[in-house]
Structure formats: C-alpha cells, structure tokens
C-alpha cells in the first residue's frame, strides 16, 4: 500500500535484505501510528562520509549521524491528518518526506550497542519514520518520553 523507495547514494553500500528490513520497518510504523492514507517516503542509503556532508550542508553540523529526516509536513505527533500533508496527485500519494542513513553507522552502532544490524537499522528507520509523523526528542523530556514509547512499542510489533 506504502511505497517505501530505497536507494544507494553510491555502488557498494549495502547488503542483501537491506531494503527489506526498512520496507517492514517503515510499514509497521506507519501501520501502527494509525496511517491507512497511501504514502511515499524515499530512503537513501550512504555512509558516514555522506551523512556528513548532508548533516553539514542541510544543519550546519560538521559531523556524521546515524540517520536523518527530512519531513515534508507539520504534523502533530499521535494526530496524523491528511489534510496537513503534501500530496502527489500524480503518484496518488501523500508525500511523508525523506531519511538518509549511514550504513556504516549502523554497522558500527549495532557493534557497540551489542545487538544486530537488523535491529539496529530498523529502529533508525522506525526513528525516522516518527520523526516525519511530526515526533521530536530535542527540547522538551515530555516529547523525549512520548517518541521512545512509541519506538518501543514499533520494534515490539517488528518483533526486535
């Protein structure tokens, strides 16, 4: 129903089922914030390298990051109205907006947090994905709060 576009930045990123586990991701996500409008969300893969400059161009943050969102609406986290949205009336489609993720952040994370690539990779695009619903973690602890339950219970239905 969701059109959930994967893409490499460059050759050589990446591995097989990669697409696959943001795809189930991305869709258990917007299945249970409650979505049952058809949406397009456009992921690109890239490496440390690429989320630096993206990260430094796009926030003036002179760093690489695990993932970032770039939401195409204002919307407010748990109300999820259509009517807010961006529409592609060409593709039928509301437009959620896009993420890039390191890969070689989510290998590395994955290491350090002790867990698999799987799990790791599908919590970054579950993040994004809530960041593009409107969620946020960055000025109040209530909205911190509020995210990371949500998080929790995405990678419960994820089974990871």
Known sequence: MHKIQVYRE??????FGVARLLKRA?????KA????EKCHISIMLTDDAGIHAINLE??????????LSFPMNELVPGAFSSELCEYDHEKGRIVLGDMV???????AQAEE???????????LCVHS????????????????????????????????
């Open 10 to 15: 460059k050759r050589g990123l990446g591995h």
């Open 101 to 107: 993720l390191s890969l070689e952040r989510c290998y």
């Open 26 to 30: 991305a869709s258990a996500a917007l």
């Open 113 to 123: 947090y002790g867990h698999s690539f799987a799990r790791e990779i599908s919590y």
């Open 129 to 160: 994905v809530l960041h593009l619903l409107g969620y946020d973690h960055l000025d109040e602890a209530e909205q911190k709060a509020q995210m990371r339950s949500r998080e929790d219970a995405i990678m419960k239905i994820i089974g990871l």
């Open 58 to 67: 796009q926030r003036e943050i002179d760093r690489p990051t695990d993932v």
């Open 33 to 36: 914030e409650g979505i049952s």
